[in-house]
């Protein structure tokens, strides 16, 4: 049972940590590509992140999911996720990870090692080129090898794709049947406007609904109540055995369900991903030894978590719905 109730009556008892705001990829709709990343002093260090998520724990969180950025590429970071591993069994059902791959090859055994059972790996596209021009920096292969590395290792993989209209949007079937042959869940995003980026994200947008009607011609998908603890609609495939899922924030919002909050590698803590309201725990972490004094400052917190996000795409080209970038707050 949990302590944190918010005022809607949802308990909350999934925590998303971005341990870090670099990644080692620059894709087109989560960065701009000259981003500027905070300094380190600004960052929790791995035992401040360490306090504060079992600080999470003991109020009821049963799920935590290490973001990023790229949580891998943080110097030390294996450390933090043997230790939170410690607690599976002891408050915490499970600890999950969501990652772009490129480091998955060196840490697959590692993180299984640790007690992680599955990954989220985001992955856009199977075309090697057009994989080099979403992530700018990234390299398919890299990726696809750390990915089969982690099923080799024995971690469940779902591959998560930002569906982006006139980009990746022909691939779609073609991704199910990959992600189907290997065993993955398939898990497609609508985009979100989060951050400033290099392009009007307008033009990108394509609605789920769409994309699901187009699949069902082709595949046989069963609706499910499988759940991940996220906000992703699950369809049985019965093609494959395996499951596709919808992220709707635009066309379907999963407010009503909101099981989950956010935490920064700076201490800050969104009650909502699509709202601007925030609690500095860091300030709270270095202002006190004292535990208890934390878990008020979280209950304080959850007690002002609003009933939704107010995410819309634009029509008009204006500025995005929240201004700090998806990589600042955690995929």
């Not at 302590?3 to 990644?23: E, H, K, N, Q």
């Not at 993955?184 to 009007?200: A, S």
Request: aromatic share 6%; proline share 3%; net charge negative.
């Amino acid at each position: 049972m949990t302590d944190m109730i918010d005022p809607f009556g949802r308990a909350i008892t999934y925590l998303r940590i971005s341990v870090t705001d670099r990644c080692d990829f620059r894709c087109v709709y989560c960065m701009a590509e000259d981003m500027t990343f905070l300094p380190k002093a600004d960052l929790l260090s791995l035992e401040e992140l360490e306090r504060l998520a079992g600080a999470f724990v003991d109020l009821g969180v049963r799920k935590l999911r290490l973001t990023g950025g790229e949580p891998l590429v943080r110097r030390g970071v294996m450390a933090l996720i043997n230790r939170l591993g410690q607690r599976i069994g002891q408050g915490l059902d499970e600890l999950t990870l969501t990652t772009n791959g490129s480091q998955l090859g060196r840490f697959a055994d590692e993180l299984v090692a640790a007690g992680v059972k599955r990954v989220n790996v985001s992955i856009d596209t199977l075309d090697e080129e057009k994989f080099r021009t979403i992530t700018r920096w990234g390299r398919l292969p890299q990726v696809i090898d750390g990915v089969m590395a982690a099923k080799a290792a024995g971690l469940r993989v779902k591959v998560n794709a930002v569906a982006l209209k006139g980009v990746n949007e022909d691939e779609f079937d073609a991704m199910l049947d990959w992600c189907g042959r290997h065993g993955f869940d398939f898990c497609l995003i609508e985009t979100m406007p989060l951050g400033e980026v290099d392009q009007d994200r307008t033009d990108q947008y394509l609605p789920l609904s769409t994309v699901r009607q187009r699949l069902a011609a082709r595949w046989t998908l069963t609706p499910t109540d499988y759940v991940t603890g996220g906000p992703a609609r699950y369809f049985d495939v019965a093609e494959t055995g395996t499951r596709l899922g919808f992220i709707t924030p635009l066309t379907h919002n999963f407010c009503e369900g909101c099981n989950r909050v956010r935490l920064t590698c700076t201490g800050t803590l969104y009650m909502c991903l699509g709202q601007d309201d925030a609690a500095d725990l860091r300030a709270v972490l270095r202002g006190s030894d004292d535990d208890a004094v934390l878990r008020q400052a979280i209950l304080d917190a959850i007690a002002r978590k609003p009933k939704g996000h107010d995410f819309v795409i634009d029509r008009a080209g204006q500025a995005p719905a929240v201004a700090r970038h998806m990589s600042v707050t955690g995929g």
